[in-house]
């Protein structure tokens, strides 16, 4: 197995990870988004999404970080800086951009994204700070 598998195999394992916990925690913290706003229009989702879709949700987001973290690494002359980098970078899509857009297109209250978009400015630079540092232990090992 060629050394950027093996790290590939390691890496998406280890941002769903991350990317779960982060979730869970904010969750059990009450960081998570308050749907009230939503539920009073009668558009909130209060049980969330289907198991197995928030699941390839989740997987799907580690896989377009772990692909950004690939276009970026190198640059910072750190693996794990490479890796905050990347999920800083991933945040911008994820979070600003994403509550810009439902503001612009939408009646909806943008409370509930924003608090989100919060929670994955941590949970985006830990997964990718977790890819960098495997990285990291993949070209020490080479």
């Keep these: 197995m060629t050394a950027l598998i093996r790290f590939l195999?390691?890496?998406l394992p280890a941002a769903v990870l991350v990317l779960a916990l982060v979730a869970f925690l904010g969750a059990e913290l009450g960081a998570g988004p308050d749907l009230a706003p939503l539920a009073q229009r009668g558009v909130g989702r209060?049980?969330?999404l289907p198991r197995p879709a928030?699941?390839?949700a989740l997987v799907f987001e580690?896989?377009?970080?772990?692909?950004?973290?690939?276009?970026i690494e190198g640059r910072t002359g750190s693996g794990?800086?490479?890796?905050v980098v990347a999920g800083l970078a991933a945040w911008l899509f994820r979070g600003?951009?994403?509550?810009?857009t439902v503001a612009e297109l939408t009646r909806l209250p943008t409370?509930?994204?924003w608090q989100t978009a919060r929670l994955d400015l941590a949970a985006l630079p830990l997964a990718g700070a977790a890819i960098g540092a495997l990285a990291r232990l993949a070209r020490v090992r080479r």
């Design 9 to 11: 195999a390691l890496a």
């Design 46 to 48: 209060p049980q969330g």
């Design 54 to 56: 928030a699941a390839l």
């Design 62 to 71: 580690a896989t377009a970080l772990l692909a950004l973290f690939l276009l």
């Design 80 to 83: 794990v800086l490479d890796g």
């Design 96 to 100: 600003p951009l994403l509550v810009l």
């Design 111 to 113: 409370a509930p994204f």
